[in-house]
């Protein structure tokens, strides 16, 4: 009997303590499932607080450069190197338009022949050109940023690839410019190449021509000079009248040549040092004026000596100081405006620019057989006679003197012309473009 009433509070200890257990389980498994929720739900938190972070730094971002592009009105490609922005075929121009074209002269203003500019518009409104809204300048710093001019021209002799603008932009023609021959300058090297979009050289492929001369017809059009010009020939010609026969009478000396550099590349002047031994053999010779001979005829009096060698000489030597293609000089109007047959020398092909029998090619010919044909000319005055059909059908000036032809009216016109500035055009390989391959060797560079 008291075995039995032991089992009693022994039972109720138990259930006690199971009660117990039971109820802590159940305090541990609410709190590890409250910590999970609030763990999610911080983790939820933390992820959209994190999205909306990010989105925020986007937002910012695409308003900072918005602004930017806003603010400058230009859009800018920052290069590291001297190349142009990458081509694209979509031309965008942020900045707003404006009759004005700006012209920045990066080199030297005072050097041929940027020296013709001057400062602002006056240039093309005393040319009488079609358009006189170009303004040009030496100032970098006239506009706000380099970039907001819409050409930029490097002078061909002081090109420094040390100095060059920083910032470019899309809009914007970056051009050589020379009437230097480029024998005497030459860019043999791939520094420049990528980096021009327009050239502005006396070569007939140039962008804008920069030449010496120009050629119209009898209804003063102008037709050359050209890379492929549609000459009358001399034998459709009709011969000269009296009256020029008269005017051609008088001439009783050989050749005169105008020269006062005396070492040139060209080596002209071991030329004419072979011609005139050849000449000798006909009793005739070449009169030298200048530095380089023993007449002379300072500029003062260059149109007395002008009139003199209208009067007195058949031939005229027009040799240019670099055998470059394209390469022409004035030197050859003061004959043919002067009733004078100009013997050429240089680097061009001359039926670009001269008509047929109206001249003599000297590295043609060589010296030996030019002095004979000298001498064969001018004992038959018919056959000399010849050489000045020409004058009823063609006429010859320089290119300032004629809007049409002037190179500044020229380079104005094409700042105005929309299309050909929205074009993307860049000489990817200059040097040889500017470059004969006598002057560089482009395979000996390439190594």
């Known amino acids: ?18 009660s117990r257990y039971t109820n802590k389980r159940v305090s541990l498994i609410f709190s590890q499932t409250f910590i999970m929720h609030v763990s999610l739900k911080f983790i939820k938190i933390r992820t959209v607080y994190c999205l909306i972070t990010v989105t925020l730094i986007f937002a910012l971002f695409y308003l900072y450069n918005t602004s930017y592009l806003n603010k400058t009105e230009v859009e800018i490609a920052r290069v590291t190197t001297i190349r142009p922005p990458n081509e694209t075929t979509a031309y965008k121009v ?15 203003h005072d050097l041929h022949p940027f020296v013709y500019f001057g400062e602002g518009n006056s240039i093309f409104a005393k040319q009488k050109c079609g358009y006189t809204n170009c303004y040009v300048t030496s100032n970098k710093e006239l506009l706000r940023d380099v970039t907001e001019y819409d050409i930029i021209a490097f002078n061909g002799p002081q090109l420094d690839i040390g100095d060059l603008p920083t910032l470019r932009s899309f809009h914007q023609k970056y051009v050589y410019a020379n009437i230097e021959a480029a024998d005497n300058y030459p860019i043999c090297k791939d520094d420049w190449n990528h980096f021009f979009n327009w050239t502005w050289t006396y070569k007939l492929n140039s962008d804008a021509i920069w030449g010496y001369v120009v050629v119209m017809n009898s209804s003063n059009h102008i037709i050359g000079p050209s890379l492929a010009v549609d000459w009358m020939s001399v034998d459709d010609m009709v011969p000269i009248d009296m009256d020029l026969k008269q005017k051609l009478a008088t001439k009783n000396k050989a050749a005169a040549w105008f020269v006062s550099n005396c070492n040139t590349i060209s080596n002209r002047e071991e030329f004419v040092n072979e011609l005139q031994t050849y000449l000798g053999d006909f009793n005739l010779k070449i009169d030298v004026y200048g530095a380089c001979g023993t007449f002379q005829c300072p500029k003062e009096i260059m149109n007395k000596c002008l009139v003199e060698m209208q009067e007195n000489y058949y031939f005229f030597l027009a040799f240019e100081n670099a055998i470059s293609e394209d390469y022409v000089t004035e030197k050859v109007l003061l ?17 670009r620019f001269l008509p047929p029998g109206s001249y003599l090619n ?24 010849r050489y000045f059909r020409w004058r009823k059908y063609y006429r010859f000036a320089r290119r300032l003197e004629n809007p049409e032809s002037n190179e500044y009216c020229r380079f104005c016109a094409m700042a105005n012309d929309e299309n050909l500035m929205k074009e993307t055009k860049i000489y990817h390989n200059f040097s040889a473009w500017w470059n004969s391959t006598e002057m560089c060797d482009f395979n000996e560079i390439g190594k």
Not at 3 to 16: D, T, V
């Open 94 to 108: 942020l900045r707003p338009k404006t009759t004005t074209k700006y012209i920045l002269l990066w080199t030297d």
């Open 1 to 18: 009997m008291d075995g039995k009433e032991e089992e009693g509070p022994k039972k109720r200890y138990n259930c006690a303590r199971r």
């Open 335 to 351: 004959a043919l405006n002067h009733n004078t047959v100009p013997i050429v020398y240089g680097g061009a092909d001359y039926s």
């Open 362 to 385: 000297a590295k043609t010919l060589g010296a030996e057989n030019l002095a004979k044909e000298m001498y064969d000319i001018i004992e038959n005055r018919e056959i000399y006679y």
